[in-house]
């Protein structure tokens, strides 16, 4: 592998690569995972890694290896480290013991999952440094990551998603008012989601009033938007989106919940959840999926990586969209690569592919 541009070749100078992960979303423990398939999956002999982990509380700490994240000891660490927004420095600002030192950094690589490393905010901080990131810029990370900004984006491409009404947090003075206009435009039963929360996280479903109550009350906990979607039953299923300017997408996997249905427990810690790289589907769906994943993705304004999730509805065997992942999971039960793997990129590939679209968005 080379790379000529602009004046330098990583094959004969070791770039700097910054790998953040942990974050104080929800997410934190997943990221913990998945940032440990990344490690192992960087080519050490064009980059030098270096990691820094973020705490719940938003503590940034230098990381001085895998075995730290693995033992789950990386905390301890009593180097702290920011990211300056200096474009003209581009580096690591290091402090321990009142001591200071600066390291230089050529790309990002956020393993961040969720709010604040899902959302736009630290991209935002890659662009005002100017250095090369994987993945989604800030727009679209910040409207795919708000679920009721998707959904409205997706109403304007003809993709059929389920019914949704928003309820934001001081509409719930007027509890009544909020579940009446809910009980007047769908169904029971219902799912409730927080609007910014991945993985599933505050995620639950609602039979009758009471626990439409208890539901909102619940997602609420996450963010201050709350989704309530009817309920599609049918197939779960998902198509991985990879590449900047030309862009390709995956085959179409299943998911097969061990839950009611997918959610975080479910996703991560329940072994009889099970996922599918090459299921059947009726004559020209899988196509359709491919194609409505690469639709939705260009009209959020994507950029190097995201998993576009529908659902395959039973009766019907009608496409419908659920939601836009854009930093998917990376751990050894996650679909994204996973599914590239089916397609014959085996995860090295993958990871350094992503890492030359971020430079490429950096030198158009």
């Known amino acids: 592998m080379t790379r000529i541009e602009k004046?330098?070749?990583?094959?004969m100078n070791k770039q700097n690569i910054l790998v953040i992960f942990g974050g104080q979303s929800s997410e934190h423990e997943v990221s913990c995972m998945s940032v440990q398939t990344i490690i192992k999956n960087i080519n050490e002999e064009h980059y030098e890694i270096h990691l820094v982990g973020i705490t719940k509380e938003g503590e940034w700490l230098l990381v001085d290896s895998m075995d730290e994240i693995v033992n789950d000891t990386w905390r301890a660490s009593k180097k702290h480290a920011v990211l300056s927004p200096d474009a003209t420095k581009k580096e690591l600002i290091i402090e321990e013991n009142g001591a200071y030192q600066t390291m230089k950094i050529d790309v990002a690589f956020p393993v961040l999952h969720g709010l604040h490393g899902e959302d736009g905010t630290i991209q935002g901080l890659f662009e005002l440094a100017k250095i090369p990131y994987v993945g989604c810029g800030v727009l679209a990370s910040a409207v795919s990551m708000d679920k009721f900004h998707t959904k409205v984006i997706v109403d304007t491409l003809d993709i059929r998603q389920a019914k949704w009404i928003p309820v934001r947090k001081n509409e719930m003075k007027h509890v009544d008012k909020v579940i009446e206009r809910i009980e007047n435009g769908i169904a029971y039963p219902v799912f409730v989601k927080p609007a910014n929360a991945g993985s599933s996280q505050g995620v639950s479903k609602a039979n009758d009033r009471e626990e439409l109550i208890k539901s909102i009350e619940t997602a609420l906990q996450h963010d201050t938007k709350v989704l309530v979607e009817e309920t599609i039953i049918g197939r779960e299923i998902e198509c991985a989106v990879l590449g900047g300017e030309e862009l390709k997408a995956s085959g179409v996997g299943e998911v097969l919940a061990a839950a009611e249905f997918y959610d975080y427990e479910a996703?991560?810690?329940?072994?009889?959840?099970?996922?599918?790289?090459?299921?059947?589907?009726?004559?020209?769906?899988?196509?359709?999926?491919?194609?409505?994943?690469?639709?939705?993705?260009?009209?959020?304004?994507?950029?190097?990586?995201?998993?576009?999730?529908?659902?395959l509805e039973k009766d019907t065997n009608e496409v419908v969209f659920n939601e836009l992942n854009t930093l998917p999971g990376f751990t050894s039960i996650s679909m994204y690569p996973m599914l590239w793997a089916e397609k014959g990129m085996e995860t090295t590939q993958l990871v350094e592919k992503l890492i030359q679209l971020a430079y490429k968005r950096y030198d158009r």
Request: charged share 35%; proline share 4%.
């Open 7 to 11: 004046g330098w070749d990583i094959t």
């Open 267 to 311: 996703k991560y810690f329940n072994a009889e959840s099970k996922t599918n790289t090459h299921p059947e589907f009726p004559e020209g769906k899988e196509e359709e999926v491919r194609e409505k994943a690469l639709k939705i993705f260009e009209a959020v304004d994507g950029y190097g990586l995201a998993r576009v999730d529908f659902f």
